[in-house]
Nanobody, 128 residues
Framework: QVQLVESGGGLVQAGDSLSVSCAAS????????MGWFRQAPGKEREFVAA????????DYADSVKGRFTISKNNAKNTVYLQMNSLKPEDTAVYYC?????????????????????WGQGTQVTVSS
């Protein structure tokens, strides 16, 4: 079992930067692939970014590519999402997720893919 707790959300202005974190506890964090999803009001949850268990490989949604960076610190059992050049359309609840490292990283972006473990979410609001 893996427990995930997000932090770092908040209210920022368009163009600002913000970093959200996800602290993991439970079974060996380093053996899991990690990722971020988001859900805006009235919209379905969407994939944002994912990172392989060893932090070597990453994948991003086209909407955040070049602006967001996902990283993983296995020594601290933490995964990060650095968000730059934020836009009002980035406003959402951001959820951290973890899953078996054997699942191809590209699967995370498939619309019906549901990772095994989830955090409770952290609100990110970008004002125009």
């Amino acid at each position: 079992q893996v427990q995930l707790v997000e932090s770092g959300g908040g209210l920022v202005q368009a163009g600002d930067s913000l970093s959200v974190s996800c602290a993991a506890s439970g079974r060996t964090f380093s053996s899991y692939a990690m990722g971020w999803f988001r859900q805006a009001p009235g919209k379905e949850r969407e994939f944002v970014a994912a990172i392989s268990w060893n932090g070597v490989n990453t994948d991003y949604a086209d909407s955040v590519k070049g602006r967001f960076t996902i990283s993983k610190n296995n020594a601290k059992n933490t995964v990060y999402l650095q968000m730059n050049s934020l836009k009002p359309e980035d406003t959402a609840v951001y959820y951290c997720a973890a899953d078996n490292p054997g699942i191809p990283l590209g699967a995370w972006a498939i619309s019906d893919y549901v990772p095994r473990y989830w955090g409770q979410g952290t609100q990110v609001t970008v004002s125009s």
